[in-house]
Nanobody, 127 residues
Framework: EVQLVESGGGSVQAGGSLRLSCAAS????????IGWFRQAPGKEREGVLC???????WYSDSVKGRFTIARDIVKNTVSLQMNNLKPEDTAVYYC?????????????????????WGPGTQVTVSS
């Protein structure tokens, strides 16, 4: 059974940094894509960034230059480094996995192709 668990959320002031981690169990090596999504109160879930099975990355315009994604094959984790955080980054952040070849391309992420989701972790950025 595939399971994903996010960690590293918390509260930070604007301009600060946080590092989220997505720990994957039941997945083999790097033969899957990971996407990070977020949902703020009263808003729809949106894709933030993703990494494909062949390490291609996509970043939404709202986080480009501030957030980075990286995969650790040995630890079977995918990290989300968030720098220069803004109050509008406040949301519950979710990681999700998709089979290789699905979910993440250099032009965007397709949430419908992700079939396993973590429970989410709260990120709060105060001004």
């Amino acid at each position: 059974e595939v399971q994903l668990v996010e960690s590293g959320g918390g509260s930070v002031q604007a301009g600060g940094s946080l590092r989220l981690s997505c720990a994957a169990s039941g997945l083999n090596g790097d033969d899957y894509a990971i996407g990070w999504f977020r949902q703020a109160p009263g808003k729809e879930r949106e894709g933030v960034l993703c990494i494909s099975s062949d390490t291609r990355r996509w970043y939404s315009d709202s986080v480009k230059g501030r957030f980075t994604i990286a995969r650790d094959i040995v630890k079977n984790t995918v990290s989300l480094q968030m720098n220069n955080l803004k109050p509008e980054d406040t949301a519950v952040y979710y990681c999700a996995s998709a089979d290789a070849g699905y979910g993440c391309t250099v032009t965007g992420t397709r949430s419908a192709e992700y079939d396993v989701w973590g429970p989410g972790t709260q990120v709060t950025v105060s001004s």
